[in-house]
């Protein structure tokens, strides 16, 4: 009932494209109609790589990535007092 197909698509082979990411530029590139190039997505992903690293270096990596995120998060998450004054008026 079930066959095999022989000639099955592997995996993208692209230095540093995993599966999930190319399954996400297939999607964009049907849902939008655009066309993403592959080379041009590779040396973005180089920089950031590359601008982590530099970053990075010569700092504990969990530490600095950690004050980042909650730095990130704090500004993005503010407290209930602080919104506006609209918060006690609105409640």
Known sequence: MFRRI???RQAPTLNGISL??????LRV???Y???VDRADYLRVKAGEREEVA???R???AATSLLA???GSLERAVQPAGLRG???RESA
């Open 6 to 8: 022989r000639n099955r």
């Open 20 to 25: 999930e990411e190319e399954l996400a530029l």
């Open 29 to 31: 590139e049907l849902m």
């Open 33 to 35: 109609g655009l066309r």
């Open 54 to 56: 530099t970053r990075l």
């Open 58 to 60: 010569g700092r504990d």
């Open 68 to 70: 980042e995120l909650r």
């Open 85 to 87: 004054p609209r918060s």
